[in-house]
């Protein structure tokens, strides 16, 4: 507190001041706010304890990291491990009928069977290809055969067809081992077939 000097008259000290008497009330007044600010910090540290608490036990309650990872690993392998739904194998020969009369491979392709039917489609090119020669050949032979009366219009008939023999032959084989053949594919989950398991250059590459 601030006093004033003594009074030389008297020898006795003045009376407070009234700066020093207000600041007294002032602090008076504070004492209940004081109170009442510590009583709420008590209860905001009481709310953090019971938080902290809480935690606590979902802590201890939930199942540890590692344990959750494991599960969902575990479920995850189970839905990869599920069973394909099995394809029709009435519907792969009737794809393999047609339209792999004109684009063999197509029942091995709806079976799974990828290896297979890129086999069979090389196959049918192949026989598109001669037959292409074939009908190419023949074609000349007519034109020539219309304008001369020699023998070379007739080995040009021969070759012709040959060529168009052989595509055929292609073409058939094609087809029929795709027709024959996709309901094994669809079976075994498109497994390829044993004449094209272990090969890596049947015709082309």
Not at 14 to 34: E, H, K, S, T
Not at 131 to 155: C, E, H, R
Not at 156 to 161: K, W
């Amino acid at each position: 507190m601030i006093l004033s000097a003594p009074s030389p008259a008297s020898g006795r000290p003045p009376p407070p001041a009234p700066a020093v008497l207000r600041a007294l009330f002032l602090a008076g007044l504070g004492m209940p706010f004081c109170g009442c600010s510590s009583f709420l910090s008590f209860q905001h540290f009481e709310t953090i304890d019971r938080q902290l608490v809480w935690a606590a036990q979902r802590s201890v309650s939930a199942p540890p990291r590692p344990a959750l990872d494991q599960r969902r690993r575990r479920d995850r392998q189970e839905e990869e491990a599920e069973p394909a739904p099995q394809k029709s194998v009435v519907l792969g020969v009737l794809l393999a009928f047609f339209p792999g009369i004109i684009v063999p491979g197509v029942g091995h392709y709806y079976a799974g069977d990828t290896k297979t039917a890129k086999r069979l489609f090389e196959m049918g090119e192949w026989g598109y290809l001669f037959a292409a020669i074939g009908g190419g050949v023949g074609t000349g032979a007519y034109f020539l055969d219309k304008s001369q009366d020699n023998f070379l219009p007739i080995g040009l008939y021969v070759a012709a067809g040959g060529m168009g023999t052989v595509g055929a032959a292609f073409l058939l084989t094609a087809w029929i081992c795709d027709m024959v053949d996709t309901p094994r594919a669809i079976r075994t989950g498109g497994e390829p077939w044993n004449f094209f398991k272990d090969d890596e250059d049947f015709l082309t590459d």
